[in-house]
């Protein structure tokens, strides 16, 4: 995304840019209304206050831009710096977070959880670049429920915003890798200072499957389909996985 947004200012400033973002955003404008008009009882759902923290003017612009052209959020705030957004989060109502993890003043993962302990029922996404085990690990320990990479297009974002909403974790498929390298017994890459915690306790072929899943976003029943198992079995293969690893959630 970071690299679409500086190759369109290189070859033609803030028109070029501007052309690229307009019909990206008219694709996820009619998708938005197509899942608005889906309300059940033929109601209007309330929109969805998002949050947004990133500290890149350009790649900010263009969230705000998405944020803006669908119809079912509303943008409550957007902060380049943590100490204005964690003011936001103190005074303003929340339901969806997006956050960058590298700011100039701090670390995303201090939004989440300064969210996570003043507004429980709000869900929180990453999208940056860092794709380190450290990083990510400590941002969904904090309680991010999403992980994009800054390399998704705007279709991407949308679609993971709907899902996050929906009770899926989206996730880009390196993030998941990730997730699973260093929750799965095997050490990670050299440059990595994220530690290895499952030496003792490694998780089974099945269980690693499943992590997988989840990790990837899968709801019970597309996973049981997946794994050819019964969906009542996997909350006791959750709960296993969450003793093994010394984790809640």
Request: net charge neutral; aromatic share 4%; proline share 4%.
């Amino acid at each position: 995304m970071l690299l679409t947004i500086r190759a369109a200012e290189k070859n033609g400033g803030i028109g070029a840019h501007k052309r690229i973002v307009n019909p990206m955003a008219d694709v996820l404008t009619k998708r938005a209304k197509a899942a608005d008009m889906m309300a059940q009882d033929g109601e209007k759902v309330a929109a969805c206050r998002i949050l947004l923290i990133e500290d890149d003017a350009p790649v900010r612009e263009r969230l705000v831009a998405i944020i803006n052209r669908w119809p079912g959020g509303q943008l409550v705030a957007a902060c380049g710096k943590l100490v204005d957004a964690l003011v936001v989060i103190r005074d303003e109502v929340v339901d969806l977070l997006i956050t960058d993890l590298n700011l100039p003043d701090g670390h995303g993962v201090q939004a989440i959880r300064m969210l996570r302990t003043r507004q429980p029922a709000a869900e929180a996404m990453v999208i940056s670049v860092l794709a380190d085990d450290r990083n990510v690990i400590e941002a969904i320990k904090a309680g991010a429920t999403g992980y994009l990479l800054k390399d998704s297009d705007p279709i991407d974002i949308f679609d993971a915003v709907t899902e996050l909403l929906s009770g899926r974790s989206p996730i880009s498929s390196t993030i998941a890798r990730t997730i699973v390298r260093s929750f799965g017994g095997r050490q990670a890459k050299p440059g990595s200072n994220f530690p290895n915690h499952a030496t003792s306790t490694s998780l089974t072929p099945h269980e690693m499957d499943i992590l997988r899943g989840v990790a990837e976003g899968f709801t019970f029943g597309e996973l049981a389909k997946r794994l050819g198992t019964s969906e009542q079995t996997l909350p006791v293969y959750v709960k296993n996985i969450y003793r093994k690893l010394q984790t809640s959630n």
